[in-house]
């Protein structure tokens, strides 16, 4: 069966970079920015997604490309007789239903909020009124399965309509207005009195607060964000890079969808400090920022309800592209496995991703008391500990071996694939880099991520 294409290229731009943009973008990139010397550690970001994200995104690209199949067949398509890299297939597989375990769960806080906000629930709340309908959120056991359900439903439903007529019909118009909703939204926040102080906090290069936080912690922490940014190790860009033509070459493909990925976080902090500044609230990292500080803002805000609506549909579609994405992936290896049609595929998956996202929904309640990694931990802090500090890691560790190394697919291959097409190319001089440098950073990460939870 002849596999699908994608119907334009600005549908796989718009769908790879989707996959990469989601929450994480919004709240963590601009916390960790302020936290990091602002406009110096934004410099680091940017030059470390450039000698690191940009070149691991090409490979796996190239990797589906070259092989037509999904993450869990593709290396069975490339690599000699005998050799076992498509165990990287079981890592694959690990990573995308472990991610999409907690990732509904969290989706469905968005679409709960941006019904709370539409529905006029936060007018009028005090602070407390509105840190306690967070609170009170997780504490529903009900609330969390009813949105995490519609969310699995809704992004199932979309991906059984087919590559074009759903998946690259829907998320290209989902993009398109998450991207114009943000640009509103960036300008409404920094026209606010007071918001300069706010931009100067992020954006400013500030070599007093570098200092304070360590040149060295900053350049770990831009390095952390540029790789786990772009979703990169468990073939959820792989997918994408199957359904591609060969009409042009994959660098230039992975620069824009990793400009496009920045734009979004970088514009996320634009939304999100003038307002805290304008409004003389604490910038808060993690759901506080989100669930608590920001609604604060907008019942103070003219307008507010709108505004926080607008938000909330924003964070929706951020999150659910990524759902989007990762389910289409979970549905190419159903296919390239047993050969299930999407329907059938999508139909016993809804009910399989439900059942294994219980855990996460029970672990804010039922199974508070739990704490898996740490005190104060959830089952969604194990869950997001597996995918983020290992299989993450793990997997582009396997893409970058073998695309570099004569014992897997090897440069060659790589580097003729990758430059197909029109656009541009992979040099030749790049090669010890890749082979030699690129692992050692990988491996940073990995051990790093790993001494976080010792």
Known sequence: MEREKFASRLGFVLISAGCAIGIGNVWRFPYITGQNGGGFFVLFYIFFLVVLGIPILTMEF??????????????????????KWHLHGIIAVAGNYLLMMFYTVVTGWMLHYFYLTASGRFVGSTTEEVEGIFNSMNASPGTLTFWMVIVVAVGFLICSMG??????????????????????????SISLPG????????????????????????????????????????????????????????????????????????????????????????????????????????????????WGSLFFVFMAFAAFSTIIAVFENILGFWADLFGWSRKK??????????????????????????????????????????????????????????????????WKKFRAEANTGKGLKVPEGLRRYCAYVLPCIVLVILIYGLATYM
């Not at 190239?62 to 050799?83: F, I, Y």
């Not at 019909?169 to 409404?188: C, D, E, F």
């Not at 920022?289 to 604060?296: A, E, G, Q, S």
Request: with cysteine; proline share 4%; aromatic share 10%.
């Open 345 to 410: 595929a999508a139909l016993v998956n809804t009910i399989l991703i439900i059942a294994l996202s219980m855990p996460c929904v029970l672990g804010f309640n039922v199974l508070s008391d739990f704490h898996p990694l740490k005190a104060g931990n959830t089952i969604m802090d194990l869950e997001d500990f597996l995918v983020s500090n290992l299989l993450l890691p793990l997997g582009s560790l396997f893409y970058v071996i073998f695309c570099t190394s004569r014992y897997g697919w090897g």
């Open 62 to 83: 190239s990797v589906g490309r070259a092989s037509r199949r999904s993450a869990v067949k593709a290396c069975q398509q490339l690599e000699k007789p005998g050799q």
């Open 195 to 306: 918001a300069a102080e706010g931009l100067e906090f992020y954006l400013k290069p500030d070599a007093g607060k570098l200092q304070e936080v360590g040149v060295g912690n900053a350049m770990v922490a831009a390095m952390n964000q540029s790789f786990f940014t772009l979703s990169l190790g468990i073939g959820a860009m792989a997918i994408f890079g199957s359904y591609l033509e060969k009409k042009r070459a994959l660098l230039g493909e992975s620069v824009t969808v990793a400009a496009l990925d920045t734009f979004v976080a970088i514009t996320s902090g634009l939304i999100i400090f003038p307002a805290c500044f304008a409004y003389g609230v604490n910038p808060d990292s993690g759901p506080n920022l989100i669930f608590i500080t920001l609604p604060n803002i907008f019942t103070h805000m003219p307008g507010g309800r709108v």
């Open 163 to 188: 590559l074009k007529n759903g998946v690259e019909r829907i998320t290209k118009w989902m993009m398109l207005a998450l991207l114009a909703i943000m640009v509103i939204l960036a300008v409404r």
